[in-house]
């Protein structure tokens, strides 16, 4: 296996686990209430966990001399998860898991097409190609017919 492989086995069974965590949620908003409460009860039970693996594995804290060279806005991703997790658990029951994901896979494609091509947030800059462009736009076709089989 080389390095890469590890990476992309990565990102796939992370994508897998996505509907997984959906469906789960949306369930449990049956029982809970509000998307917003499933949204908390999902961060606190990730949180829990995540603290436990650091345990686990010894990690060290991160030191405040660390901590105080961040920026304000490098905290706000917990926020956009919030976002995406209440907009999932919100949106599945009328549309179903496959088009809420398959629409949240287009914008996470259209956005890291922008992101790359910028090197936004400190990332690797990686052009924009016909190639790059033609697949996004196939995973916006895909969407478009899961959505038009939804009518």
Same mark, same amino acid.
């Given at each position: 296996? /080389?390095?890469?492989?590890?990476?992309?086995?990565?990102?796939?069974?992370?994508?897998?686990? *996505? &509907?997984?965590?959906?469906?789960?949620?949306?369930?449990?908003?049956?029982?809970?209430?509000?998307?917003?409460?499933? =949204?908390?009860?999902?961060?606190?039970?990730?949180?829990?966990?995540?603290?436990?693996?650091?345990?686990?594995?010894?990690?060290?804290? &991160?030191? *405040? &001399?660390?901590?105080?060279?961040?920026?304000?806005?490098?905290?706000?991703?917990?926020?956009?998860?919030?976002?995406?997790?209440?907009?999932?658990?919100?949106? =599945?029951?009328?549309?179903?898991? %496959?088009?809420?994901?398959?629409?949240?896979? %287009?914008?996470?494609? *259209?956005?890291?097409?922008?992101? /790359?091509?910028?090197?936004?947030?400190?990332?690797?800059?990686?052009?924009?190609?016909?190639?790059?462009?033609?697949?996004?736009? *196939?995973?916006?076709?895909?969407?478009?017919?899961?959505?038009? /089989?939804?009518?």
């Amino acid at each position: 296996m /080389d390095n890469r492989t590890i990476y992309f086995l990565a990102a796939l069974i992370g994508g897998a686990i *996505l &509907p997984v965590q959906v469906a789960i949620n949306t369930l449990l908003r049956r029982y809970v209430g509000e998307p917003m409460q499933v =949204t908390f009860i999902s961060y606190l039970v990730g949180t829990l966990a995540s603290l436990g693996v650091c345990v686990f594995a010894q990690y060290p804290l &991160p030191t *405040l &001399p660390s901590l105080s060279q961040t920026s304000w806005w490098m905290w706000i991703g917990g926020g956009l998860g919030t976002l995406y997790v209440w907009s999932t658990i919100f949106a =599945t029951p009328k549309i179903g898991a %496959a088009l809420a994901l398959g629409l949240t896979i %287009a914008g996470q494609m *259209l956005a890291a097409l922008f992101l /790359d091509h910028y090197g936004a947030l400190g990332l690797t800059k990686y052009s924009l190609s016909p190639i790059r462009i033609a697949g996004v736009l *196939l995973v916006i076709f895909g969407v478009s017919l899961v959505a038009y /089989d939804k009518r």
